[in-house]
């Protein structure tokens, strides 16, 4: 997993919230939409893509996406959250 993306997925890796993100990922019935997590929101194009933004919280407690975005294939995106949490372990 890049560093760039194993970063942004470090505070959402706790169990809860990694079967949540799992489940959005994989989920045939999310076609389309977005996960907020802690720190990370995922864009889910379509069955085949997502966009990852790093999620700011601003002073006057609104929220800014970091302007450097990822577009990663869910099946990668899939295996690779799988093998960095058997590794984290």
């Known amino acids: 997993m890049r560093k760039e993306i194993a970063r942004l997925f470090e505070r959402e890796m706790y169990d809860d919230m ?9 989920s045939v ?3 389309e939409g977005k996960f907020e997590g802690n720190e990370i929101l995922i864009h889910k194009l379509d069955r085949e ?3 990852l933004y790093q999620e700011y919280q ?3 407690d609104k929220y800014e996406h970091s302007r450097n975005a990822f577009i990663y294939d869910i099946k ?7 093998e960095y949490k058997v590794n984290d372990l």
């Not at 079967?19 to 990922?25: D, E, G, H, K, V």
């Not at 990668?76 to 799988?82: F, S, V």
């Open 58 to 60: 601003l002073d006057n």
């Open 29 to 31: 019935e999310i076609r």
């Open 18 to 26: 990694y079967n949540a993100i799992i489940y959005f990922l994989s």
């Open 49 to 51: 893509t997502v966009i």
């Open 76 to 82: 990668l995106l899939l295996e690779e959250l799988r």
